[in-house]
């Protein structure tokens, strides 16, 4: 019967839980549920980029976990999980100690320093035992952050507290749990450019849609829903002996959710209006010609809260071989 910091327990061991009741006492495991809402759920997808350097996601924030009977279970047939993100106890006794018999408890990591005990888990009483959850707890620099020991809340509250969660916090949550299509654009010619001889690209409408994710966080009535929007395609030809078209490599994504246009016979000669024009042939290495689509992301959740959050990018990249074509004047 021991109290350590939760790390000091190690991963990959059982830290709580009820059989049958998907219930743990592991902070790294939120209990946000996430589903797609809309949008492409085939094919090869990937998670975006923030634009913005300096945005995160919240590191920490509190959810609740256990009803009274829920932890009683859990405290006499287990005893084994984080009381808080950086405490661990192992064994029955510290659990019924503070939960059921009322022993004040020590927080090492949080505030205040001793927590007043519990009678009887507070069985009878509506509610739930919150707990805090941080996805990578390594990633949170003060230690006191979202470290209060497992403490109760009235059903239908959330608490007072600068960690509880919120609608952003979950537009937040889903912000990595949006899937986007990989940018696999169309090219002519397909296989092989021509030195000085524009290759033009675009993708057909419908190859791009709103991606739109929700997450709800149970027994507190909070949701989010996080929608990515396709606004445009940037070009990096892989090499600076080319041109982009526009110059700026950013092509608009049209009003009928297509990108640049379709080639036809006889544009050889023409300026695309999504395209590259590559200025020396590759020597055995072709370029890794690069697409990057921007996504523009909103949210709205409980409550008609709203707002926007960074854009966000996915990048895929393909080869493209570049061959010169030899004049012979007489």
Known sequence: MTSVPANAIGTGGTYGGVEGEEISAEASQSRIK?????????????????????????????????????????AETNGNGQVSIRQG???????????????DANNYFGTPSMVKGYKNYNLGKKGYFWHGVAPDVNSIDDTKLCNRLMFWQNAGDIPDDPNAPTPETLADYAYNKVKVPETAVELKPATKSTVNLPTWVWLDKGTFQEVKVRAELPNTGL??????????????PGTEDA?????????????????????STGDADKTPPCGIRYLKATNGTPYRLSASVTWQITWEGAGGTGGDLPDGTFETTQDMNVQEIQAINR
């Open 34 to 74: 996430v589903t797609q809402v809309s949008g492409s759920t085939g094919g090869k997808r990937g998670t975006l980029s923030s634009t913005d350097l300096n945005w995160e996601p919240p590191p920490c924030w509190y959810e609740p976990l256990f009803t009274p009977e829920q932890l009683k279970t859990f």
């Open 89 to 103: 106890w192992i064994g029955s006794e510290l659990w019924t100690d503070h939960f059921r018999d009322e022993k």
């Open 223 to 236: 949701w989010a829903e996080t929608t990515a929007k396709p606004v445009a395609l940037h070009l990096n």
């Open 243 to 263: 041109q982009t078209f526009p110059a700026s490599g950013d092509c608009e994504i049209n009003a009928d959710g297509s990108i640049g246009t379709p080639y």
